[in-house]
């Protein structure tokens, strides 16, 4: 069984850009989160979705982050304009859902590492 | 939000010596799950913990869940060099707010 895909791995930008992140979660996973990592840090939750619908997006900073998940399936992370403080590793991690009920583990992807110069 | 803290955020050991990481947290967790990182990786499901109070065991892993579910401790008998990364707590019931992590180095 493939994992959870994400792309791409590493990515330097210069701040002001726009950058976006791929990932495609592990087929029939219909909770999907995105996560942001700081070195030294514990993930910390930008957005999960149930299906296409964004269940939870407090932690959103949605002056400059959006993101889609079409279909609920494939989702797109993506930051417009990017500043120094974005730096970090963006995590994608999907799970089951059965009957409204979190069925247990999150499967994580191998992370996007940006990098705002 | 939730706030999940977990000491101690380092530990060195000698290999061979045990290892404990606390989890706490400032609400009542439905669950709590946990997660090991390696160095320039992503995190890995270890456990998940429902009952209060509950105790588990993975080989030289124990995981126990408090009675009030507001804490959790996880502890690695006589560590090997293989134990070395990050260990993190993760609690709610949707979400999963993860803890500050704790980074174990094991001397050989």
């Known amino acids: 069984e493939a994992g959870v895909v994400q792309s791409p791995r590493y990515k330097i930008i210069e701040k002001k850009q726009p950058v976006a992140f791929w990932c495609n979660p592990i087929?029939?996973?219909?909770?999907l989160y995105w996560y942001l990592q700081n070195l030294g840090q514990g993930p910390e939750l930008l957005i999960r979705y149930e299906n296409e619908e964004a269940v939870d997006d407090s932690q959103l900073p949605k002056d400059r982050f959006s993101a889609e998940r079409l279909k609920g399936v494939d989702s797109t992370l993506k930051i417009q304009p990017a500043e120094l403080g974005d730096s970090a590793v963006y995590l994608c991690?999907?799970?089951?859902?059965?009957?409204?009920?979190?069925?247990?583990?999150?499967?994580f992807g191998e992370g996007s590492r940006l990098t705002v110069l | 939000g939730q706030q999940v803290m977990q000491i101690p955020q380092y530990q060195h050991v000698q290999e061979g010596e045990d290892f404990t990481t606390y989890c706490n947290s400032s609400t009542t967790l439905s669950n709590i799950q946990w997660y090991k990182q390696r160095p320039g990786g992503h995190p890995v499901f270890l456990i998940q913990?429902?009952?209060?109070?509950e105790v588990k065991k993975q080989k030289r892993l124990t995981f126990q869940f408090g009675e009030a579910k507001k804490n959790s401790s996880l502890h690695i008998t006589a560590t090997q060099t293989t134990d070395v990364g990050t260990y993190f707590c993760a609690g709610g019931g949707n979400q999963f707010y993860f803890g500050t992590g704790t980074s174990l180095t094991v001397i050989p």
């Open positions: 087929s029939g996973h219909n909770t």
């Open positions: 991690a999907s799970s089951s859902r059965r009957a409204g009920v979190n069925t247990g583990e999150l499967f």
């Open positions: 913990l429902v009952k209060s109070g």
